[in-house]
């Protein structure tokens, strides 16, 4: 298949491939997108194939308008009609229960769907103009980090998918914050960019999904796609936790080991820490103050270490104070959670 790519003032173009039943990877403010209509089962099957995606893991419905989200579910409670007009447009995904216009395939069998209404103008001229509600998954190849840039939609997908929309570089490069609103508290299943505290703010209580938090496998994440392997560049990844003074030490001191078996190491820290490490090359992430910065970089630079043929990578832990938890949820699985103390 020859794949187009397209500059994105162009939405004529796209727009009637997604009606037709094509494929279209488009930016979003997260992550870029793999998109099709979200009611038609045949594009859903196509965006599994074209990633090599489990079909147990299900796809997030992308809407313009409020109006669509009551199309698609049984109900409406109150709690996401709170988060809805708190965070929409923006990087939040509701889970509802959901009624028969979308079909299984687009939801890998569940009878809730995932629903999140994007603040990209590309997006949302995307849905707007297609006439379709678009069903996107990220647009990597499955198990490797999310795209946070055309580029990176070109190296996984280029010739198995209709046409890439190029909008430059995204704003977050964290995917969405997942919300279930099906049982009695909402429960965030996969954390983002929108925070527990942000959450708690506007509903009064929430919780995260223990499946999340534990390191203990026994704990299985609510949402399919946290269960699987994720993010993880080839070479192996370990995250080095502790004071800081102690974690540079033990870096340094662990790279210097690599150097002596004759692998190819690197080093993943801050801005304020990168001229702290020798012996093997340092990638850095960003500054520590500016968290944003660091959730934007993330994945870019984990695709980096496979271009660099990097065997063996130490990492900071960026326990941020806002979207910490997102950022190390992702690093946690990059890293297979291998953790040393320093
Ligand atoms: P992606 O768009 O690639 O970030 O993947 C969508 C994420 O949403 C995956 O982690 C899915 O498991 C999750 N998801 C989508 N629909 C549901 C649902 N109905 N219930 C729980 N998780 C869901
Ligand atoms: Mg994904």
Redesign the pocket.
């Known amino acids: 298949m020859n794949t187009i790519i397209i500059n994105d003032n162009n939405i004529a173009v796209p727009a009637r491939i997604i009606r037709e039943g094509g494929l279209v990877a488009f930016p979003t403010e997260t ?1 870029y ?1 793999l998109g099709g209509d979200a009611k038609n089962p045949e594009a859903s099957k196509k965006i599994y194939a074209a ?1 090599g ?1 489990p079909s147990d ?4 419905v992308h809407i313009a308008e409020i109006h669509q989200l009551y199309e698609i579910v049984e109900d409406v409670p109150e709690a996401a009609l709170k988060l809805a007009e708190a965070f929409w447009p923006g990087p939040m ?1 509701l ?1 509802l229960k ?1 009624n028969e216009v979308i079909p299984k395939e687009t ?2 069998g ?1 009878d ?3 629903v999140r209404l994007p603040s990209h103008e590309t997006a949302q001229a995307l849905i707007r103009e297609s006439g379709c509600m678009i069903a ?3 647009a ?1 190849t499955s198990g490797r980090p ?1 795209p946070t840039s055309a580029s990176h939609v070109v190296e996984d997908l280029e010739g198995k998918i209709d046409a890439i929309i190029d909008g430059g570089d995204v704003e977050i490069g964290l ?2 914050t ?1 919300i ?1 609103l099906t049982g009695d508290t909402p429960m965030i ?2 954390p983002g960019y929108v925070s527990l505290e942000d959450v708690k703010r506007v509903t009064g209580a929430a919780e995260m999904d223990p499946g999340i938090l534990s390191e203990n496998e026994n704990v299985r994440p ?6 699987y392997r994720h993010y993880a560049p080839k070479g192996s990844l370990i995250i080095v936790e502790g004071q800081q003074e102690a974690v540079i030490a033990k870096i340094n001191a662990l790279t210097e080991e690599a150097a002596k078996t004759g692998q190819r190491a690197a080093v993943l820290a801050t801005a304020e820490t990168a001229d702290r490490y020798r012996g093997a090359k340092v990638y850095n992430i960003g500054s520590f103050a500016r968290e944003d910065e660091i959730g934007r970089n993330l994945y870019r630079t984990l695709r980096t270490f496979d271009e660099e043929n990097i065997e063996l990578i130490y990492s900071e832990s960026f326990e941020t104070p806002h979207i910490g938890q997102a950022i190390m949820n992702r690093l946690l699985k990059a890293a297979g959670h291998r953790i040393i103390k320093a």
């Open positions: 992550v997108g990633k995606r893991n299900p796809l997030i995904t889970i959901k939801t890998g569940l809730t769907v995932a996107a998954p990220s990597n999310s995917e969405s997942i279930d299943l996969r609510k949402a399919p796609g946290m269960r």
